[in-house]
């Protein structure tokens, strides 16, 4: 069987190196991959956004079945461009991708099928939006209604600092016209959980739960990255939380999205707040995220084409997804100084793998031979264990024996997981994240 992945980071390793585990699968084309990557599948200089180009080379290609993992081309509407060359695909379409590539059409839809969130207004008038936060109570989050690369979710705690960042986003447009229009949202408190989800459509089966480190630096200081590492799973998210989640939310979304007439298929991305009033939804995805994807697909049992061609053909059933009930914990290597101004080009040493240990490369390409550094996130070293301790401890000793110049790395990934585990008093993330 040929498939073929877009994207090229971290997350899409991930994936291939599951579908690979696969043995009708003879051929991975990745598009455009990285250099790590192409130990894995054939990488093809496409970007993932340009659809005329993806399409061209599935055209000329016996391709079997597409998995669209970025949001960008899925929000573009890269699935229907595919199924309507009847290339079948994992992935949402563009109208039900609009779940995450609209925040306004989010928040909406949750108010309207009374799924829990937090409070907002919506503004298309720098102005208004100005004149109604000088009277607000803070600290607020103020978030751009489209994607924005990670970026567009801000908490601001004072009049001054809305007020900059209402110009930043719909004057100066720093996220083109996804700014154009905002919500200025009522900040959360309580731990973060990040539950990715299989969907047929209807039946709506959970994966193993995690928790992100968004922050560049220890104690989560500094400022927001695409995430630092990911441990699963997420102690937070008992049993008794997961059963509320799914009545009060997992299951109201699916539904809710075909009753709108956008039937969501795929991979949804609940990001939850579970705050003193109950679970609280602070995003959907439309994708698996990344690096939960590196945490969670290491501990999933079952194949996941399988499952992937059962969200795409409506038979999903939750018998057919089963994840181990031990931990894993993905500890991201980036680029010092990362995610502001850093430095690539530099030769990456890596060491063999143990089972139970991979190494997930999401920014880096090939010259020479040679695996050079080409992005901030350079690689996440994951390991899986019976328990998060020792998962802990084996990613740590598996990012030590990697090497590149200007390497850097948080010192403490799942260290607040493990309290939370252990019952000790901790501070849980309260920061309000957006992927």
């Not at 996220?175 to 969907?199: D, H, K, W």
Request: some cysteine; proline content about 6%.
């Amino acid at each position: 069987m040929n498939i073929m992945v877009i994207g090229g980071g971290g997350r899409e390793h991930a994936v291939i190196r599951s579908l690979k585990k696969n043995k009708s699968v003879s051929k991975i084309w990745c598009l455009p991959g990285n250099g790590g990557i192409a130990a894995d599948a054939e990488c093809v200089p496409v970007k993932a956004t340009d659809l005329e180009g993806v399409a061209a080379f599935a055209k000329d290609r016996p391709v079997d079945f597409a998995v669209v993992t970025p949001d960008d081309p899925l929000c573009l509407g890269l699935v229907d461009r595919l199924e309507a060359l009847g290339i079948p695909c994992f992935g949402p379409t563009r109208a039900a991708a609009a779940i995450e590539g609209s925040k306004v059409f989010s928040k909406q839809l949750m108010k309207k099928y009374g799924i829990p969130t937090a409070e907002s207004l919506v503004f298309s008038d720098p102005v208004e939006a100005a004149g109604y936060l000088k009277t607000a109570e803070y600290p607020v989050v103020i978030k751009a209604d489209g994607l924005a690369l990670g970026k567009g979710a801000v908490i601001v705690s004072c009049a001054a600092e809305a007020e900059r960042t209402v110009r930043e986003m719909m004057v100066e447009k720093i996220f083109g016209e996804s700014g154009s229009r905002i919500l200025v949202e009522e900040f959360l408190t309580g731990p973060e959980v990040s539950v990715l989800s299989f969907t047929d459509g209807k039946t709506v089966v959970p994966m193993v739960s995690s928790m992100d480190h968004k922050r560049a630096h220890d104690g989560d200081e500094g400022p927001n990255t695409g995430g630092m590492g990911t441990v699963a799973p997420n102690p937070y998210y008992t049993a008794e939380i997961a059963k509320e989640c799914m009545k009060t939310i997992f299951l109201p979304t699916v539904r809710a999205m075909e009753k709108e007439g956008r039937p969501f298929r795929g991979c949804l991305y609940f990001g939850l707040m579970l705050t003193p009033k109950g679970p609280k939804v602070i995003e959907y995805n439309c994708r698996f995220g990344d690096p939960e994807t590196q945490v969670v697909l290491p501990l999933l049992e079952s194949d996941l084409l399988t499952v992937m061609q059962a969200c795409r053909a409506g038979t999903l059933t939750e018998e057919m997804v089963r994840f181990s009930d031990g931990a894993a914990c993905c500890v991201v290597l980036a680029s010092d100084g990362y995610p502001k101004k850093y430095e690539t080009g530099y030769e990456i040493s890596l060491p063999e793998t143990e089972e139970g240990e991979e190494i997930f490369v999401a920014g880096a390409k090939r010259e020479g031979g040679k695996l050079l550094t080409a992005g901030g996130r350079v690689l996440g070293a994951t390991a899986t264990a019976g328990d998060l301790k020792t998962a802990i401890r084996r990613a740590y000793a598996l990012a030590e024996k990697i090497s590149f110049r200007n390497a850097y790395k948080r010192s403490d990934i799942g260290a607040r997981a493990l309290k939370a585990a252990e019952g000790k008093t901790c501070s849980p993330q309260t920061s309000q994240k957006q992927e």
